[in-house]
């Protein structure tokens, strides 16, 4: 079950991760491409802007911050989730990795096991925050049209001396007549007679 789990986790995901070549980091990227991951490794760091991900593996060494700034940065314009690998032990990157604002964390040397349950975590963190960010901007929208419509209605009473329900039913009516929604009704109302 948990194994079905972590397929359809990883199944079709685009990762792109920097790290240098070793044996270790091919065997990782080995197990993410038989997990389903479409998988890009390289190093070192480009100089240009890396092709879109779902998420980026990226491995922190604080004498390449002026690397490092840039892709991060990139990352974030684009929404996709970073993931840093660095030495835990070097205070000296303390700073640096707080500038970079990673979604995640993970010593560079981690086990492959736990890395990939990070990368999970992640990946379900960002799918849900874009989610909350996609109701909220629905909300707003439909937030705006309430109060266009309500300042229609109020425009209607204060012209024509009618009641809500009257300034609503003119509105309707309208928009039937028009075959138009009644929020773009409101929005005709509020341009034709906020002149």
Known sequence: MIEQSLLAALSGVRLHLFHPYSQGMRAFCTSLTQLGCHVRHDWPLPATLPPDADLAIIAVDRHQPALLTPLFRHYKSVQTPT??????????????????????????????????????????????????????????????????????????????????????????????????????????VLNSLQK
């Open 83 to 188: 993931i840093a690998l660095a030495d835990c032990h070097d205070g000296l990157l303390f700073s640096l990795l707080l500038a970079l604002e990673p979604e995640a964390l993970s010593a560079r040397d981690a086990d492959p096991f736990s890395l990939i349950i990070q990368i999970v975590a992640v990946l379900r963190a960002a799918r849900e925050q874009k989610q909350l960010s996609e109701r909220l901007h629905q909300q707003q929208q439909v937030r705006i049209r309430q109060d266009r419509l309500a300042q229609a209605k109020g425009v209607l009473m204060q012209t024509f001396g009618l009641d809500e329900s009257g300034a609503y039913g003119f509105m309707r009516k309208e928009a039937m007549n028009t075959r138009s929604s009644l929020e773009f009704t409101a929005e005709r």
